[in-house]
């Protein structure tokens, strides 16, 4: 079994856990085809209710 020789410091520790906060991405957001509201992918749209070019929900009020 590998055990480690040395205990690893909380400054190494955090700065490796702290690298992969910098690779997320932004949320990607794009146009409802039906009233052009930004809306997130593969999702229906929260003004209008329609996805994928019909109405799937009932528009909320």
Do not use: F, W
């Amino acid at each position: 079994m590998g055990v480690p020789k040395k205990r690893t410091s909380k400054m190494r520790r955090d700065r490796r856990r702290a690298a992969n906060n910098n690779l997320r991405t932004a949320v990607q957001v794009i146009q409802c085809s039906n009233c052009k509201e930004p809306i997130l992918p593969h999702r229906a749209c929260s003004a209008c209710g329609h996805y994928k070019g019909r109405e799937t929900v009932p528009a909320q009020a």
